[in-house]
């Protein structure tokens, strides 16, 4: 099956620092991925929709200037949380789905990314 | 409003049966995806319900009645290995994924 990864895994960074994290599709191309956040033992919650090309599509109650989204090739999409805050800290997950796969929709996910901010 | 329902949390022994239901409420339909998440881990595909009746692979099974807006997974032959959480997500009118809050399933030898 389609393959998307997440890198890094784990980052533990300052309060006040800037982290991004990278979502790449290893053998399909994107035109559309899908981030996600997680809070321990609650469901996935979609953050934006990242469209290759132009601007991402943010949820309601989603600070765009804080969760910035850049999409710029097919095969990439990277999520910067600037100016972290500890009630940052979250599992957040990126999902993409393959345009030339099966037709059933389903999400390939990456492994996901921990953030810890102190 | 849009709504899935399941249960938080099932405990079952290990090489038996379990089901978890899964019941929505979406503004349309364009399908039902089961998904495993095991803790600390991004989820992974099982299933994907489009149409009434059940779905069989390997010790997994996937119902759905769309009539009753109702679906179920239904795990035999239990392993320690399939404690996890499993995600009902149904995807709405406009393609996009509604998520269940997740049954945490204990699986206990």
């Known amino acids: 099956g389609a393959v998307v990864s997440q890198h890094p895994s784990r980052v533990i960074c300052k309060s006040g620092t800037s982290v991004k994290i990278e979502c790449r599709s290893l053998?399909?191309?994107?035109?559309?991925m899908f981030w996600y956040r997680q809070f321990p033992k609650q469901s996935l919650m979609l953050m934006a929709t990242?469209?290759?090309?132009?601007?991402?599509?943010?949820e309601q109650g989603v600070e765009k200037d804080k969760f910035l989204i850049n999409h710029a090739s097919l095969t990439l999409s990277t999520l910067t949380v600037t100016s972290a805050h500890p009630e940052d800290s979250s599992f957040y997950i990126c999902?993409?789905?393959?345009?030339?796969?099966?037709?059933?929709?389903?999400?390939?996910f990456g492994e996901g990314s921990r953030l810890t901010v102190l | 409003g849009q709504n899935i329902d399941q249960p938080t949390e099932m405990t079952a022994t290990e090489g038996a049966i379990v089901q978890i239901n899964c019941t929505y409420q979406?503004?349309?339909?364009?399908?039902l995806f089961w998904y495993q998440q095991h803790a600390g881990e991004a989820p992974t595909f099982l299933s994907y319900?489009?149409l009434d009746g059940l779905e069989e692979k390997g010790r997994f099974s996937s119902f759905l009645s769309r009539s009753k807006g109702y679906s179920y997974l239904l795990l035999k032959e239990l392993q320690m290995k399939d404690s996890a959480s499993y995600l009902c997500?149904?995807?709405?009118?406009?393609?996009?994924?509604?998520w269940g809050a997740g049954t945490k399933l204990i699986i206990k030898p």
């Open positions: 999902s993409a789905r393959d345009p030339g796969g099966s037709d059933t929709g389903e999400l390939f």
């Open positions: 053998d399909f191309q994107a035109t559309t």
């Open positions: 990242s469209n290759e090309g132009s601007k991402a599509t943010y």
């Open positions: 979406t503004s349309g339909f364009n399908g």
């Open positions: 319900n489009v």
């Open positions: 997500a149904v995807m709405d009118s406009n393609y996009q994924l509604i």
